[in-house]
């Protein structure tokens, strides 16, 4: 690793896990890693709760704009509730979403007030080192690049079904990386894969730490963050590419 890098950055694996994490994925196109960086998911934790971040309220919509934060908190309830509405009237059918990220790229380019070490694990994600330890994991040596954001799920904040397939991406593999503390199933906000009946078929809680790995395509939803959560949930997600998209 880069010593330029957060030393908490530091993978923490079991190799026994990533044996067990690395025969799941080939067997049914999903795993788990747990702990993946030991205590170091604190740190990033932390990092995810820092104030002053340049977040974006993302769903679908005829303009195809995410909409800041900041503007929103500043704007009447009102207003507010104009852009839930739009998102929930959409969600009954077909693709919707709604939550709130921070695309890692753009903001490291805008000069955003985000923590260093969430840019320094955007770099670490591409180094040749992890680069390495993904295709290990997937048996697939096309991976060439991640790209990365931080997601916040708040109360009423979902993701309908959907499969990741765009080829003009080259998406190969879906990750999620978990920073909520003390997740519990009841609080919604869980990562669902469903069969073509529509059926659900496995559930992954967001466990603290943990990398979620899984194929695309492949559907899957997150369940709504109940009203009642303990808090925002909280995770880094992208993609493993066969290589990076032209800006």
Known sequence: MSPLLDPALKLAVDEADFAAAAERLART?????????????EALHAAVLAPDQPWVRTFLNPLGADIPVATLDASSPEDQAHVTGQAYAGATE???FLFDRLRLGPAREAGAATPQIL??????F???AFLDFARRLT???RIAFS??????????HFLNRHSDANPKTERLYAYVLNLSPGWRAEWGGLLQFLDEGGD???????????LNVFAVPQMHAVSTV???AGGPRYSVTGWWRAKPLDR
């Open 29 to 41: 196109g999903r795993t788990r890693v747990p702990g993946l960086f030991g205590g170091g998911a």
């Open 94 to 96: 077909g693709l919707q």
């Open 119 to 124: 840019f320094d694990l955007l770099d670490l």
């Open 126 to 128: 591409n180094t040749e």
């Open 139 to 141: 048996g697939d040596d």
């Open 147 to 156: 790209d990365g954001q931080v997601t916040r799920y708040l109360p009423g």
């Open 200 to 210: 659900i078929t496995e559930t992954f809680v967001p466990s603290f730490g943990a």
């Open 226 to 228: 109940a009203p009642f």
